[in-house]
Each structure stands twice: as C-alpha cells, then as structure tokens.
C-alpha cells in the first residue's frame, strides 16, 4: 500500500505521524525548536551526470556544488537522519550511480528502517538492479519523456539511453520479489511531447508500477531546473494557446486515474498564471524537508533564492541546522505566506496533496487559511 502515491506504508510510518505532528506544531504553529527532523530528506549526492537533457542544467551545477563529503561524514548523517524520525531519504542528482556513497548509504539508511528510493535516467539501471533488489530500496524512479526511443535519446543526448532504461526496469521486475523495489517513471511535459503524452503514459503503464508527470520548469536557481528561460524556450509553451494547451492537458492528462489531483489541475496556473499561486498551495518545505547538496549545504527550498542555505552538514549536525536561527527565519516568513513563490517540481507534489486534505485547509494556522501574521523569532538559536 501506497502513502499520498509516493512512499510505501511500513512499520516506521507510526514514526513519522508523530514527526509530521511535532513539525507541524513546534515548527509552523509556535516557530519553535523542534525536536523531531524533516520528514522528507532529499539527498542530491553529486551534480555529475552522463546524459545531457536540453532542459537541465546539472552539470553548470558542478562547481557550485562540489561533492565534499567524506564517507565516514555521510555515514554519520544517514544515523543522524534516522536518529531524527524522518520518514523518507530520496537520492538524486546529477546521476545517482556516479557517486561512490550511494550505496553505502543506503545499506544503513534500510538497516534503520526507512523508506529510500532512487531517481536515475536509468543508463546504467540494469547493472545497479541486482544491488537495489538485494538492499530492498522501495521504489526506483526513471526519467523517461518519450515512448519513441528515438526522441527519448534526442532530447537526452545520449544514444541508447532508452532501450538501457527499459532493460533496467525489466531487470528490476524480474528479480524482484513482493514488488520491491517498486518501479515509477516521472515525464516531464514540455512543448515536444504534450501532443503525444497519451501514448507515452499508455506506455509507461503496460511497463512500470506507477507513472507520474510534472510540469517543464526553470529558473531554480539551486536546482537542476536553474535554466534561464530564454535557453529553454523550445521547451515552453506559449500562452497565447493556454486554451487549446488546457484542453490537451484534460484529455491526455487529467483524465487518468490518479491525475485529478490539486498537483496537476494547477499546472496550467504554474506555466501562465503561477501568482495565483502563491495563496491557493501554502509552502511545506521547511516545516516538513531538507535537501542535502553534494558539497553539504543544506536547503529547503531550490526555486527562491531569498531562502538560500540554513548550514553545511560538513561540520554542523542535521538537528543543529534544522534549529537553527537561519531556518526559524524561513519559517516565520513562509509560516506567514510573506514569501511570494511558487514552485512545482516533483517534490511540491506533497505541498498539492496537503491543499487536497479538508481538515488541513481548515485550519488557520496550517492550511490556505493561514492568516498573515508576523512571527516573533527566539531570541537564540537552539543548541540541540
């Protein structure tokens, strides 16, 4: 059984009630210390990659974000995040299989009971499918953008990149047992390949456990999307045909089970109208998330860069930055909804889902009716 489409239910899932209840109260009520960690952690472990995406720009990333840390460091972090009651450590990139700490950390993160999984492009899926069989990751994610793998290896530079992610996903599935790890794809829609997003996803569907999609984006300045948009323009589609771009969203998209969430409804918005945004989805990153960069920085947020890093794991402990001044700032703001942003990548899908619980919006304090109040700061950071 699934959580939200996204996480496995699991022995530790009592665990993480009671961190989302903690961060929810200590972190968006009161802006207090919390004494439980993120809920999610996003671990981004190297920029490097060995495709090409016309749409990413991960490898400018490199030296902004050299890897800095050292396996006995990561290994400490990984006890630090299961010591904290988080749920869920996703890995990403860059290409996962390049970074030498992979699989380290995820012998030990499983060995502590969490829910881990893996996004790759899947060049190199089928040598790693043994290994992540045996560890038990729960779930492996594949970029794949086209069903013709021609336009797959165009758009992604790399040729044979689709037949060696589908021969991963087959590897996967056929070693597997109990459906573990679980087998996702993630499309991006973009202008190339709307037109044709019905026969993708039909696709997908007779191949993998689950199919997901997210909006093209860009100008997340910390983030594979930090593309300018006039060096992705062949990518975006142009507002003077929402219409007829909504339409198709309906009938190849929407129309699916699964895709009648708040997440994909509010795409059009995101692309041609995203400041009605900003008071329809409320921020949950850094009450509910981190995001751990290759050089130990970590982030909440990758789109703003107003919310920049709160610490570096390098030297300081997970708990120490979740505490810390920097990020009891973020929250006063975002608590307040003062910070103006939008943001809709894969990971805002839990920000959608969490528009989509009544009980939550009806909260002041929590959901969409959150009023906009100033939020006093400690007077000192915690210790803790």
């Known amino acids: 059984m699934n959580i939200a489409n996204f996480a496995p239910l699991s022995p530790r899932f009592l665990t993480a009630c009671v961190t989302l209840a903690a961060n929810l109260l200590f972190g968006r009520v009161l802006n207090r210390s919390v004494p439980r960690g993120p809920l999610f952690v996003t671990w981004l472990l190297t920029f490097d990659c060995n495709a090409f995406c016309g749409f990413c720009g991960t490898h400018t990333l490199k030296n902004k974000y050299p890897e800095a840390l050292s396996l006995e460091r990561a290994m400490e972090i990984a006890d630090e995040i299961a010591d904290s009651g988080t749920w869920v450590v996703g890995f990403t990139g860059g290409e996962v299989f390049m970074s030498p700490l992979l699989f380290p950390l995820i012998e030990r993160l499983k060995q502590r009971g969490l829910i881990v999984y893996v996004v790759t492009n899947g060049l190199d899926l089928e040598d790693y499918a043994p290994r992540l069989v045996d560890l038990k990751v729960d779930f492996v994610q594949i970029s794949i953008d086209f069903a013709d793998p021609d336009l797959h290896d165009d758009n992604r530079k790399v040729k044979g990149l689709f037949r060696s992610a589908f021969a991963g996903?087959?590897?996967?599935?056929?070693?597997?047992?109990?459906?573990?790890p679980a087998v996702k794809t993630n499309t991006v829609i973009m202008q190339d390949n709307l037109e044709t997003m019905d026969s993708i996803l039909d696709h997908l569907d007779s191949k993998v456990d689950s199919v997901h999609v997210q909006?093209?984006?860009?100008?997340?300045?910390?983030?594979?999307?930090?593309?300018?948009?006039?060096r992705i323009h062949k990518y975006i589609f142009d507002p003077n045909n929402r219409d007829?771009?909504?339409?198709?969203?309906?009938?190849?998209?929407?129309?699916?089970?699964?895709?009648?969430?708040?997440?994909?409804?509010l795409i059009s918005a995101y692309w041609f109208d995203p400041a009605t945004l900003v008071e329809k989805v409320p921020c949950w990153a850094p009450f509910l998330r981190l995001m751990i960069q290759p050089n130990g920085d970590i982030l909440h947020c990758a789109a703003n860069s107003r919310f920049g890093a709160v610490g570096n794991l390098v030297n300081q402990s997970l708990m120490s930055v979740w505490n810390g001044l920097a990020i009891r700032e973020h929250r006063s703001v975002i608590g307040?909804?003062?910070?103006?942003?939008?943001?809709?990548?894969?990971?805002?899908?839990?920000?959608?889902?969490?528009?989509?619980?009544?009980?939550?919006?009806?909260?002041?304090?929590?959901?969409?009716?959150?009023?906009?109040?100033?939020?006093?700061?400690?007077?000192?950071?915690?210790?803790?």
Not at 246 to 262: A, H, I, N, Q, T
Not at 361 to 371: E, I, K, M, V
Not at 373 to 383: F, G, M, T, Y
């Open 169 to 180: 996903i087959d590897k996967i599935i056929e070693l597997r047992k109990s459906a573990i």
């Open 215 to 230: 909006p093209i984006s860009y100008e997340y300045e910390n983030s594979p999307h930090h593309r300018d948009k006039d």
């Open 336 to 384: 307040a909804k003062k910070n103006g942003c939008i943001c809709w990548t894969r990971d805002t899908a839990f920000n959608a889902m969490m528009k989509d619980v009544p009980l939550v919006n009806r909260l002041p304090y929590l959901g969409t009716g959150f009023r906009k109040r100033n939020v006093p700061l400690p007077d000192e950071p915690s210790s803790t």
């Open 244 to 265: 007829e771009i909504e339409r198709k969203l309906r009938d190849k998209v929407f129309s699916r089970p699964g895709f009648g969430g708040s997440y994909f409804k």
